[in-house]
C-alpha cells in the first residue's frame, strides 16, 4: 500500500499561496489609502485646504519666505480650481442649450436666406429698405445664437406660443416662426451681440468665451423683495372671537344671560308630581265649568 504524501511534498497553486499559514509571502498587503495626483483638481483642492488651516493657526511662527511662498501656492491653486469649476459649468451649459441654440441658428439662417432673395427681387427704394433692415435683424440673430455667451443662461429668441400649437398652424408656425418674431422684443444680449459684430469675430468670441457667467447666472435670478410681515388671518379672527377674561366686551354686557333666567333642570321625581299637580288641576277646571248642555 502506497505511503501518503505529506503536506510538505504537494505543489500549491501560486493562486492559493495566500492561504497556506506560515508563509511571509501569504500575508495579505494592507489596502494603500487613495492619493490624487498632484496635476488633479482634487490635490490642489486638498493642498489649498491644507494652507488654509496651517493660516488659521497663526501666521506669527512662521518664516517671512515661507509665508510668501505658500501664499503663492495658495492664489496658484485657488485660480486652478476656479478654472476647473468653469469648465465644468461650460461644458453642462453647452450641452444644456445645445439644441435650442441649434434650431434657432437654423431659423436665423432660413430667414436670412429669405430676405436675401427677396431684396434681389425688389426694386422699389422703401421696400429695399425695409427689407435691409429685417435682414440685420436676422443677422443679429444668427450671431445671437453662435455667440452667446457659454456660462449664461441662454434666453430663446423665438419662444414658441401656445398660439402656436393649434393642429392647423403648427407647421406654418414652425417655419416661420422667426419672421413672426421678426419685430418682437429682444433680450438685452442682442445688443451687446450687435456691437460686438462691429469689432469683428475676435470681439464676438471674447463675449462667447466670457468668464463672468457664474456671477451674471446668479445675479440672472431677481430676488424676491420681503413682503412686510402681516398678522395671520386665522389668528386675528381668533383673537377677535376670544373674549376677553378680565374685561367683558360690550355686546356681552349687553346681553341678557340665559343661563339666569332659565329654570333650573328636575329629576324624574319632580317631574312626576309636577304632571300629577297638572291633572288634578286640569280635572278640578273640567268639574266646575259644566256640561255643554246644561
Known sequence: ???????????THPDRQHLIQGDSS????KKSTHNPREDSTNWAKKRARTIERLFQKGKDGIPADVLAELERELAAHKK?????????????????????????????????????????????????????????????????????????????????????KTKDSEESADKSSA?????????PMWKTVE????????????????KDGAESLSA????????????????????????????PSSAQAKKPSIKQDAPAPMNRRQRRERERAEAAAAAENESDGGGFFE
Open 195 to 210: 456691437k460686438a459684430m462691429e469689432s469683428g469675430t475676435r470681439a464676438l468670441e471674447r463675449l462667447r468665451d466670457r
Open 220 to 247: 440672472s435670478k431677481p430676488q424676491a423683495a420681503k413682503r412686510p410681515e402681516r398678522p395671520s388671518r386665522t389668528k386675528a379672527l381668533a383673537a377677535e372671537r376670544k373674549p376677553s377674561l378680565r374685561e
Open 80 to 164: 486652478r480650481i476656479a478654472e476647473a469649476s468653469n469648465k465644468k459649468l461650460r461644458s453642462k451649459m453647452i450641452g444644456k442649450y445645445h439644441m435650442v441654440r441649434f434650431f434657432e441658428r437654423k431659423k436665423a439662417l432660413r430667414l436670412e436666406k429669405q430676405l436675401k432673395r427677396r431684396l434681389e427681387n425688389t426694386t422699389d427704394p422703401e421696400e429695399i429698405a425695409a427689407i435691409k433692415a429685417d435682414l440685420h435683424i436676422a443677422e443679429v440673430d444668427k450671431m445671437y445664437t453662435m455667440y452667446f455667451p457659454f456660462l449664461e443662461r441662454y434666453i430663446s429668441l423665438y419662444p414658441v406660443s401656445d398660439g402656436f
Open 1 to 11: 500500500m502506497a505511503t501518503k504524501r505529506s503536506f510538505s511534498e504537494v505543489d
Open 179 to 187: 419672421a413672426l418674431h421678426l419685430r418682437a422684443e429682444r433680450p
Open 26 to 29: 501569504a500575508q495579505r498587503q
